[in-house]
DNA sequence: ACTCTTATTGCAGATCATGCAAAGTTCTCT
DNA sequence: AGAGAACTTTGCATGATCTGCAATAAGAGT
């Protein structure tokens, strides 16, 4: 649990990491509105560079590739919303604490809600960011799964529970915001989709142990 | 279901059509063959055109990046997986009908499947194929979504169900394998993690119909 | 102030990826 | 069979992507 803290913290020594922190946003944050304003197709590492105040060879030194830059928001408020989960009432039933903490994610209160939703509306138009967008969801289906293994008494490392329910809160979040992407406007909000997926996944958020057993016994 | 036949079936109808295919299936395979034998670092598009015998620019005709190639492999090993789903018996619970698929995939009987072994041991240890890997997760998510929708009389395009069992179950598989790729060896056939991840997300394949009211009340 | 460590930058070079037009095929129709 | 349409392959040119490497600059610790 230490680990998680440190790596999710964005508490920074000293000046020299918090200027690396400030760099990576800028850059992030560059290439989202850079995206935002010309089409994805029309901007280059050097815009994005550009725009961030440096060179395009350090562009490279914290993204493999322009798309990767243009994700990091989304992984970013990802972690983000892990650290509120991690705040939710221990005693709290795991499906209930993750209902609560996905349907942030769309509660379109703050203004920031606002600018994400413009974010992924690209994302969702956009094939060729489809595969980054996807990678980020799997590092925080890990970052997730941590905090479900803290919950729920089980081990990130040992069994697979933990990750299996990360997985599937990640999948059904996925799908149902994308069908709501696909009929805006004519099908109520956003948090109802997600909401009516996380309702059909909850059962299979019971512990193992609980569970009766499989008719074609298990592994150990 | 038509078009979803017609997009699966590997029927051709001409001499070019035929052609076709041949130099993609090619090109995929060269891509595979040629990372296991090298590494995928040291395999640049040329290297593949050449060992498929056409010229880099064709290369790009069939995929807009090496990538693409590399996975499409498994992709096309999804695709048949999906129309062995659609050969189940047809009143079969859905639930059992995956299972059945699914655990095909890790049945290593055929020298198709220690060849697939490879291959996804290969993506699993190579960050940068991750995300290209997830995007054919998620087309092989859209067909599964129509041949469930098929089975249990529900609409791949008005209901969310079809694409959340899909999801579903697809993220179970993939981490159940997942794991199984962290501790090879030691613990286990990979039928048995995938058995375990299906038997656990089985409860949320119920039909919205039959399943209770939610606590928290719904949206609608 | 001095040194150690680390980040930034420019540059060279390899690879990636796309548009375009010419050349080579398959297909269709008579 | 043969002419022309439709499509695929290919080479070329060009811009963008990405990686090492070495020099410079800047923060951290003493």
Known sequence: ??????????????????????????????????????????????????????SPRTFFNYFACKEEAIVDESRMRGQRLIKQ?????????????LRSVMLLLVHDATPETK???AEIRMLHQTPSLLPYQLGSYVAMERSLAEVIADRTGTDAERDMYPR???????????????????????????????????DQVAPAFALPADRPAPVLAGTD
């Open 164 to 198: 299996l329910v990360a997985g599937l809160t990640i999948a059904a979040t996925r799908v149902a915001l994308s069908r709501w992407l696909d009929c805006e406007g004519r099908a109520g909000a956003a948090c109802d989709f997600v909401g009516e997926a996380l």
């Open 85 to 97: 989960l991690g705040s939710r009432p221990h005693d709290e039933a795991i499906a209930d604490s």
């Open 115 to 117: 600018r994400w939703i």
């Open 1 to 54: 649990m230490d680990a998680l803290i440190a790596g999710m913290v964005e508490r920074v020594d000293g000046l020299r990491e918090r200027k690396k922190q400030a760099t990576r946003v800028a850059l992030a944050a560059a290439a989202v509105r850079l995206c935002l304003r010309d089409g994805v197709e029309r901007v280059t590492v050097d815009d994005i560079a550009a725009d961030a105040d440096v």
